[in-house]
């Protein structure tokens, strides 16, 4: 038999501390995020269906993008042990110049969509943090607003190739003007993707009053009054729209561009040239034999050809072949630090992450993208930790494998 006894308040009162909740409301759901993920139910709940599910969603039956997540699932760390861990450096270099991490803020469209505050809130976050961020084509704040909103910031311009080629040029001088550092061109946009969940949701540009629509904002009142009693919802470099994105993208974006746009590109621009969407090696070759500086191996997250090629899978090939000449960056399926610190572990400069941060953005404006960076980091720097590696300089193909089959270390490219 146990004895029983009653406990006296001196001992219970170690036990009861209660929890001292940060701030105002939105301080306190970000700070019940402990992960993207987190970040990514508290998005869920914030903002309309369609809105979530534009952000949140991919191609066709969007087999793309999870494999692109299942990739990273099969990562196998490879730890030394008995390593000076104490102080780790999570900083690199991108395009010459430090970087406190190995991230980049990728170009997103339509930012405003999912928080009034977008890309200014982005770009404000990402000069903070000491990281690059690049504004779209297709984003809803200009290239002079964010340069004057965080003009610390590292800035990059996201570019598509329009059939309109001097509306192109003109947006190009402009961000030279404004002091953008590089030119991000995306290649893997001849039409738009299928996105079958923007068509479910019957999601327009600027979402439209339907009775679905009216019926979602009673269940998100607070996001649909920040939607009209702020700046109208448009692209800022394009003009005025109202259908969806997909017609929008098929009516501007142009099918026959070639390498010989690329190349034009690299005479016009004087600054750092970096092409987005490379799923292969042999085009990788291509573009850094037109001048590009960097490659970024993309599927565009599985919004444009579904089952594409799985980024993390291709990269390694890809280092092989440009390497050495080029800077390789990953983009696609990244959700915690650990995937960044796989993905430089085979070869990649550095990743871009766009889903994460708009979560963030989703779940409370540009107080959810800082918390969505600080998360990443630490998520970094404890995964260097755990590995027994001080420095992202220090990761190594050998730190890594990809359980199932496909080998993570580079090989030799074809002659």
Not at 114 to 128: D, I, L
Not at 210 to 218: E, G, K, Q, V
Not at 379 to 397: A, M
Request: hydrophobic residues 45%; glycine residues 8%.
């Amino acid at each position: 038999m146990v004895e029983r006894r009653v406990p006296r308040w001196s001992e219970l009162r170690e036990l009861v501390r209660p929890r001292r909740l940060p701030g105002d409301a939105t301080d306190r759901r970000l700070a019940a995020a402990a992960t993207v993920a987190d970040l990514r139910a508290i998005a869920r709940r914030r903002v309309p269906r369609a809105v979530f599910d534009y952000t949140d969603g991919a191609a066709g039956a969007e087999i793309g993008l999870r494999r692109s997540r299942e990739a990273f699932a099969r990562v196998e760390f490879r730890p030394s042990v008995l390593r000076d861990v104490s102080v780790v450096d999570p900083s690199t270099t991108v395009l010459g110049r430090p970087s406190a991490l190995p991230l980049v803020f990728a170009p997103t469209g339509f930012t405003r969509l999912m928080h009034t505050e977008g890309e200014v809130a982005v770009g404000r976050v990402a000069e903070r943090v000491r990281i690059p961020h690049a504004l779209s084509t297709m984003g809803t704040t200009t290239i002079e607003a964010l340069a004057e909103a965080a003009p610390g910031a590292r800035k990059w311009f996201q570019l598509y190739l329009w059939r309109d080629r001097e509306a192109s040029q003109a947006l190009v001088e402009r961000a030279a003007k404004a002091g953008y550092e590089a030119v991000v061109l995306t290649v893997d946009t001849p039409v738009a993707g299928p996105r079958l969940r923007d068509v479910r949701n019957g999601f327009t540009i600027p979402p439209a009053l339907t009775l679905r629509t009216m019926a979602n904002a009673a269940v998100h009142p607070r996001w649909w009054i920040d939607l009209l009693t702020t700046e109208p919802l448009e692209f800022a470099s394009l003009r005025s729209w109202g259908g969806t994105v997909a017609e929008l993208a098929d009516r501007v974006f142009e099918p026959a561009a070639t390498l010989a746009d690329v190349r034009a590109l690299r005479e016009a621009w004087s600054g750092a040239l970096v092409v987005k969407g490379v799923q292969t090696a042999d085009d990788a070759r291509a573009v850094v034999d037109a001048g590009a500086d960097a490659v970024v191996v993309s599927n565009h997250g599985g919004r444009q050809l579904d089952r594409a090629p799985t980024p993390l899978e291709e990269l390694p090939a890809v280092v092989a072949a440009v390497g050495d000449r080029a800077e390789v960056y990953l983009d696609g399926g990244i959700l915690d630090g650990g995937d960044v610190v796989a993905a430089v572990a085979c070869g990649a400069r550095a990743c871009l992450v766009g889903r994460a941060y708009l979560y963030g953005l989703m779940a409370g404006g540009e107080r959810g993208v800082q918390r969505a960076a600080d998360l990443l980091a630490r998520e970094i720097t404890r995964t260097l930790q755990l590995l027994g590696v001080p420095s992202v300089g220090e990761l190594t193909p050998d730190r890594v494998r990809l359980r199932g089959g496909t080998a993570t270390s580079p090989t030799p490219p074809a002659a």
